[in-house]
């Protein structure tokens, strides 16, 4: 591991240290090592950021906005064309640190720096295109037209289950909009951000543009709070919790600021009696046990039609059974650890919660013990029979515990499915045209991602992602949430000779 960490200029101890932007770390008190999930050995030392050091960021940031506004949209997108040429270049390694630092499998490391280089090119091809609407005007000899305009600091505040992806999309469009980036990552895994930090610095370098163009700040929840409450900070992009989520949207929101929420998913796949049980079971599988069930996405319900209900719980049983946990560098694995002990705890507390309120455990509970599971943090999936007035499965614990539920009408399925705080994304698996659309309908689904014979979970960069309620209601990534990054201008130009007021209002001298 020492080597990757060479390989990205991240040589430890990285205590107190300045390389580069001296701005990463800072004299706050807090120093926390951080430990890989997969066998708890330390990665390196963090010292974490202060307020001073938010500063020194923010100032370098507010430098390079007039520079990096002032190129043409499509040059700046060529910087982000050469970032992602340099992902590309660095892609194993890059997966590699985040599966060693977050845990998930290195299938799901390759996935996850494979869509920081979809949404590159993605935000190549958008900055040429970022139009605006020409109107006709009522008025004769009148222009109108709308432009978009950047905003300034985009603030980017992020997960640990998505280290590097989350923050590409929104950097790269915060990026060819003509803004300049502060992002804090999270204090779990902060030295898979320190590596892309250092890709995009070396772009700058060799474009000779500054590196303020990009900039990062390793601390905790207090970074983050004086982010949201910093009027410098023109939008603030949050992923996370949404106990996080309503923190700062209220501080936003009392200085009137802009922001972007990604929040917590409670996710369902209903499968009718007309499913292909053998596209739905892979699905299912996935979904619940992928990142260790710690994507926002991860299938936490599963609504199943009473007459296919045994034969597909059967079928699920089984598939866990084969199910290889371990070291998730080790690409025979399917599941890896969860990100610390505290996060094990939950899984714990959260199974004894469901059986308490009359959930039927059929498999999982249990954390693997031995050398190959030394971080403590490696648990089985687990699936429990529920029902839907359990207060607990309106919760989102983060780990593959899935819920199975029986239903009788697809109204009953779509009621179930809905009735929880959160709106993220959403699947039906059947054959059943009618059914479909009525999935789709606005009596469907109301969740931001609704998908039919697809899981939950693995959504492509082309599509606007992110969900209703309680998930926060942003949209990142494609279609147009490039709009979120920009202020919108409606601009009326009289080229005649008369001067005329708008609804036919006479005002005369
Ligand atoms: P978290 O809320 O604990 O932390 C997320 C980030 O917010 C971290 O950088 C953290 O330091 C920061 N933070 C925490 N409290 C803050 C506050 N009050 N003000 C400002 N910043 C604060 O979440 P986590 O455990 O890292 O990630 C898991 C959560 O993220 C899950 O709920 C998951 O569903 C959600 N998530 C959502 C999406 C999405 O797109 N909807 C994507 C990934 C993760």
Known sequence: MKDLLKAFDLSTPYYNISTGQENWVGNSKKIIDIKSPVNNDCIGTIQLADNHSYKVVVSKAKEAFPIWKSMPAPQRGDIVRQFGDALRKEKENLAKLVSY??????????????????????????????????MHSERPNHRMFEQWHPLGIVGIISAFNFPVAVWAWNATLA????????????????????????????ILKQNALPEGISNIIIGDSDIGKLMASDYDIALISATGSTKMGKSVSQTVGKRLGKSILELGGNNAIIVTQEADLDIAVPAIVFGAVGTAGQRCTSTRRLIVHKSCYQNLLDKLIHAYKQLRIGNP??????????????????????????????????YGNNVLKGEAFKSNCYVMPTIIEAHSNMSIVRHETFAPILYVFSYDTLDEAIFIQNNVPQGLSSSIFTQNMQQVETFLSNSGSDCGIANVNIGTSGAEIGGAFGGEKETGGGRESGSDSWKAYMRRQTCTVNYGKNAHLAQGIVFNL
């Open 101 to 134: 630092e977050m845990g998930k499998s290195l299938q799901e490391g390759y996935g996850e720096v494979q869509e920081m280089i979809d949404i590159c090119d993605f935000a190549v091809g958008l900055s040429r295109q970022l139009y605006g609407l020409q």
């Open 175 to 202: 990026w060819i909009c003509g803004n300049v980036c502060v992002w804090k990552p999270s204090e779990k895994t902060p030295f898979s951000a320190m590596a892309c930090q250092e890709i995009f610095k070396k």
């Open 329 to 362: 560098l080790n690409e025979k694995n399917h599941v890896g650890p969860l990100i610390d002990v505290d996060a094990v705890n939950d899984y714990l507390k959260t199974i004894e919660e469901a059986q308490k309120q009359g959930g039927n455990l059929v």
